[in-house]
Structure formats: C-alpha cells, structure tokens
C-alpha cells in the first residue's frame, strides 16, 4: 500500500535550490579571488577538490535519500512517481541530472521547465522525463 504522498510547495522546493547553489557559490567563492598565476595556485587546487567534494557528496545524498543538501534541510525528497517509493539513480542522475543538463541548453527549455512547477502536480520537466514527483518527507 503506498503511503499518502503530499507534494512539496513550490516554495520548499525553491528554497532547497537557494541552499543548493548557495553553498555551491560559496564554496566556490576562492576560485575567483585568487588572482592568476599566484602562488596560491594550490589554494585553487583544493577548492576545486571541495567542489568535487560536494558534488559527490549531492549524489550520494540524491541516491541514497532522494534529497539533495537543501532539500534535506526542506524535508522534502524526490520519489518514484508511481510507487511512492526511493526513485532509482537512473531516475535521479541520468534523468533529472544528464539529460536535463543537456536539455536546458536548448533556447527557452529552462523557462518552460520552470513555470511547468506552476502546474496541479508541481511537476517539473525534469521530474516528467524521470517519473519522480518531490514530497514532503
């Protein structure tokens, strides 16, 4: 029997995006500060490390948990549209991550993808060609 699903609010799914690109940004904020051909190169060097870091860490919390950082702190999860359930890291990485990466670089998508969340089912692009759907947890 699946458990009743509540949709996250366009607006928790909004702040989990803040989150998410605020750390990024944050995180990234020594690569631009140090000047080119410093000797603080290696500075630049570990930064791109925690930005791996980080990355890794997203996709390891994305599919295990079905949350990314800013989702976590949301309470709100991707899941299987059809079973309620963990969405599979097919659905979350290669759907909602690879193809949508590539898709978002067609003129207009982005903004389609975006007022789509405005929909009954608050269903993204991404979350239609991945069967998912973001719930409260």
């Known amino acids: 029997e699946m ?20 750390l990024l940004a944050l995180i990234s ?14 500075l630049k060097i570990m930064a791109v490390i925690v930005i791996l870091l980080y990355g890794g860490i997203q996709l390891y919390l ?5 949350q990314s950082i800013g989702k976590g702190i949301m309470k709100i999860r991707i899941v299987d549209e059809k ?5 599979s ?15 978002v670089g067609i003129p207009g998508l982005s ?3 975006l007022i789509m969340i405005f929909r009954k089912d608050r269903k ?14």
């Open 62 to 66: 994305l599919t295990r948990y079905g």
């Open 83 to 87: 079973t309620g359930g963990k969405a």
């Open 89 to 103: 890291f097919e659905q979350v990485i290669f759907y909602r991550g690879i193809v949508m990466g590539f898709l």
């Open 29 to 42: 904020l020594p690569i631009g500060l140090i000047p080119e051909g410093s000797e603080m190169d290696s």
């Open 124 to 137: 993204c692009l991404h979350d239609f060609l991945a069967s998912t759907l973001v719930v409260r947890t």
């Open 111 to 113: 903004i389609i993808n």
């Open 3 to 22: 458990k009743k699903i509540i949709l996250a609010d366009i607006s928790e799914r909004f702040v989990a995006q803040i989150i998410n690109y605020g």
